[in-house]
Nanobody, 117 residues
């Protein structure tokens, strides 16, 4: 199984980015997925999740600004990030199951998001 996150970059406060997480070796259809992030000096945290049937949950810090979605045909999960703030600066990762970060032994490639003027 491989998970590759992409779409990060540098953006000004108030800007938007869309992250993608492409999976190989596993079908994401009916699979819960989560987006995580880790800022320098901080622990990795779960910020958004989508269940196998499409129910979504968000951390309070991103609620109303971020949207998680999936495209089963492309085996891809997305994170649309709007109204970005400097405190959103972090490396973003996706993973299967949307569990607590400490329970995972595998983390795929993350993508850096930097919000700065």
């Amino acid at each position: 199984i491989q998970l590759v996150a992409s779409g990060g970059g540098m953006v000004q406060p108030g800007g938007s980015l869309r992250l993608s997480c492409i999976a190989s070796g596993i079908s994401l259809r009916f699979t819960a997925m989560g987006w995580y992030r880790q800022a320098p000096g901080n622990q990795r945290e779960l910020i958004a999740s989508i269940s196998g049937v499409g129910n979504t949950n968000y951390a309070d810090s991103v609620k109303g600004r971020f949207t998680i979605s999936r495209d089963n045909a492309l085996n891809t999960v997305y994170l649309q990030m709007n109204s970005l703030k400097p405190e959103d600066t972090a490396v973003y990762y996706c993973n299967i199951g949307a569990r607590r970060p400490t329970t995972y032994t595998y983390w795929g490639q993350g993508t850096q998001v930097t919000v700065s003027s």
